[in-house]
Structures are given as C-alpha cells and as structure tokens.
C-alpha cells in the first residue's frame, strides 16, 4: 500500500507526444507501486493531445502552457528520493529538461539512475560520474529502485543472469 511516507521517485526523461516517450512512465509507475515506491511523473494531469508535438507547450490554453510546469517539476525533484532518468534512443531534439532535471537532482543529492546503453550517454562523464547507477535497461533500473527504496529486497526471479556492467 502506497502512502505518503511511501518513498518516491520522479520519472525523468524525454516528453513528446510520441508514445513510446510516455508508456515506460506507466509500466515503472505500476512496478514500483508493487513494491510499495511512489512515483512522480512530470505528464500526470497533462493530455498528450493537448501538447504541441515537442511536448514543450499545449496546443491551446492549459495551466501548465508557457513554462508553466517548470516550477511543479522542480518542487517534484526536490520531495522525491531518487531520481529515474530514462534515455532509451536518441531524441528528434535535445531534451534539455531532462538534464535540468538531472542537475537540479545533483545538486539535491538526490540518488540519480539511468536508464541508457547510448555510448553518447553512459560515457559521458557528467552522467556516468554523478549517477548512482547507470542500467542498460528499464528492468535492471526499476530493480535498483526496488533494492535501494523498497522495503523488501528483489528476488532473483527475472533478474538477469548478469546485470549490466555500466557504473
């Protein structure tokens, strides 16, 4: 059962309009909800088909319009735990909130996963210096999660045989 003192993580990453930008948020949100995390996703209470295709504004007037999330997002970073940032392919555009993100959290000392095999990423040493863990994939990087948060330790079922040797 989730509660307020559930431990949180903020589900940091690139935000489009696309789909594949938007569905890990919901499948990490539900795995960790297993294992009694919370998380803080910047898209909650937003529309995708209300976002221009960059998911940098909405296409009509909303709240959250003009930048209007940028200040939620920090106070997010801030009352979270850890921090998941997920950068599975190479963006159409720099997402250059997402490491915003990954600075504020920095700075925070807040714990910072990513999940990432792109070289442009993982070798980087802004990333791979700061981060707590790098994964090379989702999977790997919920069960951090779950084994740095969670109140119970993973089982070895599904885990794989080697977890990556990134960081």
Same mark, same amino acid.
């Given at each position: ?8 993580v ?14 890990w948020r ?7 909800a ?28 909303t709240?959250y319009? %003009? ?7 920090? %106070?997010?970073?801030? %009352?979270?735990d850890?921090?998941?940032v997920?950068?599975?392919? =190479?963006?159409d ?12 959290a920095?700075?925070? %000392?807040k714990?910072?996963v ?10 980087? =040493? ?22 740095l ?7 070895n079922?599904?885990i ?8």
């Open positions: 059962m989730l509660t307020n003192h559930s431990p949180t903020y589900l940091c990453g690139t935000i489009t309009t696309d789909p594949k930008y938007l569905n919901t499948e990490t949100e539900e795995k960790l297993t294992w009694g995390i919370n998380a803080l996703s910047p898209i909650r209470g937003k529309t995708a088909s209300q976002w221009s295709s960059d998911g940098l504004d909405s296409i009509q007037p709240i319009d %003009r930048g209007g999330f940028v200040d939620r997002d920090y %106070r997010d970073v801030r %009352r979270c850890a921090v998941l997920m950068f599975f392919e =190479p963006p555009r720099q997402s250059i909130g997402t490491w915003v993100e990954f600075g504020w920095d700075e925070m %000392r714990p910072i990513v999940a990432s095999d792109l070289p442009e990423v993982i070798q980087h =040493p802004f990333i791979w210096k700061r981060a707590a863990r790098i994964c090379p994939t989702l999977e790997e990087a919920q069960l951090y999660l779950q084994f948060l969670g109140e119970h330790q993973p089982c079922t599904g794989p045989e080697k977890l990556g040797d990134a960081h």
